[in-house]
């Protein structure tokens, strides 16, 4: 029971983990320029379409669980078949939550794709790449970039990965359980 409670602590870690050294700096972003932004915007709306937008964010997640799932249990090694079973039921009742919060964000995440394309572009990289994506191939491009993630190339190298990362974890979780043991017991 407690190498089921170490792999789902250490897959806690693996899915939220990144998160804050992704964001390091939540503060405001550095200040652009409305004509950087309009332009960043523009190439979004160009390379994104409203209604392309949902359905690539969901099969953006929908990939990266499938892969953290598949090397949480195999991180599980040989337990109970009603663990396998509750832990699957588990993990699909949250994704539902998981995609009703991702669906909210997404008009948040495209502005802030539209930002940080400003902070990161000088103006005259933002028309030409604007002026890429206008074009077939950009548009093909950019439409096409997010199914890198699942393509069988791609996908077995990053289950690799997390499979090496999520076998990591498992093995130093007890370290960080004695260390949390150890602070709450001295307060």
């Known amino acids: 029971m407690m190498r089921i409670a170490i792999a789902l602590a250490a897959t806690m870690l693996a899915v ?6 992704l964001a390091q700096d939540s503060t405001q972003p550095a200040a652009v320029s409305q004509a950087s932004l309009d332009l960043a915007q523009e190439i979004l709306a160009t390379a994104y379409p409203q209604e392309v937008r949902e359905p690539m964010f969901l099969a953006v997640a929908d990939q990266m669980e499938q892969q953290v799932m598949t090397s949480v249990m195999q991180q ?3 337990i ?10 588990w ?5 539902g939550e998981q995609r009703d919060i991702l669906r909210r964000h997404i008009p ?15 103006e005259a990289e933002l028309r030409d790449i604007l002026a890429f994506v206008q074009t077939d191939t950009g548009s093909t ?4 970039s997010n199914d890198i ?24 979780m007890p370290d960080l359980i004695a260390a949390l043991v150890e602070v709450a017991e001295d307060q």
């Open 149 to 172: 993630i699942s393509d069988p190339a791609f996908a077995s190298a990053n289950q690799a990965y997390l499979d090496e990362t999520m076998a990591l974890m498992q093995t130093r």
């Open 108 to 122: 948040a995440l495209m502005e802030a794709w539209a930002v940080s394309y400003a902070s990161v572009f000088s």
């Open 91 to 95: 993990q699909t009742s949250v994704s």
């Open 80 to 89: 109970p078949t009603g663990a396998r079973k509750v832990i699957n039921d």
């Open 76 to 78: 599980l090694g040989d």
């Open 141 to 144: 491009f950019m439409l096409k």
């Open 16 to 21: 939220t983990g990144p998160v804050p050294a």
